[in-house]
Nanobody, 120 residues
């Protein structure tokens, strides 16, 4: 069974940190681009970050640049999203998705999401 499973979400105070993980089973993330997306209540889903299949290229939503870092751990078949200096506006359900190939387009596998809540 091919699936992605996110973990690491939770409740954190403003300024705090969380580390999200996206683990794949049934297929390898090697050479596959992986993106993180989020959807807040009443808002459309938006792309947060993506890492290419090689790991050499990353991109970020402007509002998270300098605070979030995406990385690959091919040995564990996971992609992580380190989120620092979290703000209330980062509150959302975060999803990871695997692309069909090495570039950050054409996502075909999606996880079920993990809730991130930033509140004092």
């Amino acid at each position: 069974q091919l699936q992605l499973v996110e973990s690491g979400g939770g409740l954190v105070q403003p300024g705090g940190s969380l580390r999200l993980s996206c683990a794949a089973s049934g297929f390898t993330l090697d050479y596959t681009a992986v993106g993180w997306f989020r959807q807040a209540p009443g808002k459309e889903r938006e792309g947060v970050s993506c890492i290419s299949g090689s790991g050499l290229s990353t991109n970020y939503l402007d509002s998270v640049k300098g605070r979030f870092t995406i990385s690959r751990d091919n040995a564990k078949n996971t992609v992580n999203l380190q989120m620092n200096n979290l703000k209330p506006e980062d509150t959302a359900i975060y999803y990871c998705a695997a692309a069909r190939g090495a570039y950050c387009v054409g996502y075909v596998y999606w996880g079920q999401g993990t809730q991130v809540t930033v509140s004092s």
